[in-house]
């Protein structure tokens, strides 16, 4: 497996024009190892780092067959994800607001030093699904009460509830 640098400083590396390509371990993502049931599956990805008028970028891709838990049967789910990367480097939230599509605000400082997997992780966490399931555990299943519901009127179920009287009456 090739090295990559423990830590990177984005400012340098886009005046430099660095780029990595090659894969890594889940496991070498504190902030995945953690979510995922597949740590050693591979991390593929690529970044180029560069400038585009006047302004420091950072664009490639990552992809990964992440393994986790569904949420409607509580057995295993892959959720493959592959997701662009397009990165403007900015100082402050606000340069970031001014960043053309389809780039997004990658926020440090000049010379601040942030791990070489930051950038992939928070990728790949912005692209996971909030409730990872399987195809065939489908929709959500409605109770008896928001079937009865559905379509109608969300107090005519309390109709149901009132005396038959009262019901056949009008009164309220």
Known sequence: ???Y??????????????GWRGSLPLSAFPRLKGLVLNPEAPVEFELRFGKEDRRRVVRGKVKVRLRLICQR???PV????????ALGIVETLAEGE????????????????IP???IMEEEILLALPPFPKHERCGPEVKTAGEEALQGESPFAILRQLKPKEEREDGRS
């Open 1 to 3: 497996m090739q090295k």
């Open 116 to 118: 070489f997997t930051d």
């Open 5 to 18: 640098p423990a830590k990177i400083v984005p400012h340098y590396c886009s005046e430099r024009g660095h």
């Open 73 to 75: 049967c509580l057995e």
């Open 78 to 85: 892959e959720i493959p994800i592959e997701q662009p990367i």
């Open 98 to 113: 001014s960043l053309p599509e389809p780039l997004e605000p990658l926020v440090t400082e000049e010379r601040e030093e």
